[in-house]
């Protein structure tokens, strides 16, 4: 093998395990200091991408979600024949490995997953305990190295530009995550996001509300139960998401993708957990504090309640995280 290997991660396709992904993309680096990496992922993590120093270019893998779409994995295979010499391949699913496999790349590195035998060269073993523990997992594909969190570059001269945009002062705001792209089962009721915020507004922040397009119904109705917060679901793109919450003085969020951005920007985080565990997939920050009931039917890693009644979510009362707020708001403001 070449010592400065040109090397191909087939990437994820949820924000916070792209967040998540450059805990291999870091080992990587440290191992082979001069290679090229490169990140085959769809075109919405360029945003991401673009702000990890260890990767030199995304490839856009233009792909339906979930789809199998076998002639097109075949074709753009071979467009990428001869320019590889190893590709990591993150996600778990049998369809993944078939690019790097018509790539014809010599090594081809995951986790055995939807038995890939043949379509990897080098499977990694994963053992019970990090099945879940998404991080570790994919730190373990690069066999060596130092695990680092995810830290992602802050576009200074943008966030600022935003954060008069949008009439915010850096430290003076909170951020509220209320979405979450997986399902109901992972998003804490509207009305005590509401009740946290008026908890915020009167201790002098103001609080913002992110998400997408997608959140839109739910900050709306967080905005109606809150008057005076700034809801931005929608209004902002994923590069200015990670600017602005970089810029907050905390952060409060659900198990989502823009709970691991804020921890990668080291904005303190409090994480609140349903039918995921913290265990599993805490934000990887310095300042944090885990919310999570614990029930004896969670976790259940379920999009929806299976039982109906939602209680790991509905029981959570808003002085708990309210609790968890304030101790780090006690702690000094990053410098």
Known sequence: MAESPAILVIGPRWVGDMVMAQCLF???????????????????????????????????????????????????????????????????????????????????????????????????????????????????????????????????????????????????????????????????????????????????????LFGSKNDAQVTAEIATLAPGVVDLAGQTRLEDAIDLIAAARLAVSNDSGLMHVAAAVDTPIVAVYGSTSPQNTPPLAEQRELVWLGLSCSPCHQKNCPLGHLNCLKTLEVAQVTAAAERLLEMPAAA
Do not use: C
Not at 106 to 131: A, F
Not at 178 to 186: D, H, M, N, V
């Open 26 to 208: 870091s080992a990587l680096r440290e191992l082979h200091p001069n290679a090229a990496i490169d990140v085959l992922a769809p075109a919405w993590a360029a945003p991401l991408v673009k702000r990890m120093p260890e990767i030199r270019q995304q490839i856009d893998l233009p792909l339906k979600s979930g789809a199998l779409e076998f002639r097109m994995r075949r074709r753009f295979g071979r467009l990428l024949r001869g320019h590889y010499d190893i590709a990591y391949v993150m996600p778990g699913s049998w369809k993944s490995a078939l690019v790097p496999f018509f790539a014809r790349i010599p090594r081809r590195v995951g986790h055995l997953k939807e038995m890939r035998y043949g379509l990897l060269t080098d499977i990694v073993p994963l053992p019970d305990n990090v099945k879940r523990r998404t991080a570790q997992a994919y730190f373990g594909l690069a066999q060596g190295g130092t695990f680092r969190a995810p830290k992602l570059a802050v576009d200074t001269k943008s966030q600022a530009a935003l954060l008069g945009r949008f009439g915010l002062e850096a430290e003076k705001f909170v951020a509220l995550m209320p979405g979450a792209e997986f399902g109901p089962a992972k998003r804490w009721p509207s009305e005590r996001y509401a009740g946290l915020a008026r908890k915020m507004m009167a201790k002098g922040f103001e609080v913002a």
